[in-house]
Nanobody, 114 residues
Framework: VQLVESGGGLVQPGGSLRLSCAAS????????MGWYRQAPGKQREVVAT???????NYADSMKGRFTISRDNAKNTVYLQMSSLKPEDTAVYFC?????????WGKGTRVTVSS
């Protein structure tokens, strides 16, 4: 499975960004796609995940600000981020999980700064 992220960039505090991740290759059912992030000097942490059945999971600090969605027909997952804060600055990684096997994208950098 190959994952290609897009949509990162520089945004001012309070702004919004939408990340996209397209999966290709052997896509199995069921699966979970999601987003993780890693800030400088910190461990990678979960942001949000979504099963192909529509079940979502969010990190507490992202609830209400971030929304995950997916288009199963396109094998694409999205992350709509709003009310961004400087502490949201990180590399955001797309993840695909199916039958216990994880795949990762290369990451897209999000910088929140004025």
């Amino acid at each position: 499975v190959q994952l290609v992220e897009s949509g990162g960039g520089l945004v001012q505090p309070g702004g919004s960004l939408r990340l996209s991740c397209a999966a290709s290759g052997n896509i199995f059912d069921p699966n979970t796609m999601g987003w993780y992030r890693q800030a400088p000097g910190k461990q990678r942490e979960v942001v949000a995940t979504m099963t192909n059945g529509g079940r979502t999971n969010y990190a507490d600090s992202m609830k209400g600000r971030f929304t995950i969605s997916r288009d199963n027909a396109k094998n694409t997952v999205y992350l709509q981020m709003s009310s961004l804060k400087p502490e949201d600055t990180a590399v955001y990684f797309c993840n695909y999980l199916s039958f216990g096997v994880n795949y990762w994208g290369k990451g897209t950098r999000v910088t929140v700064s004025s």
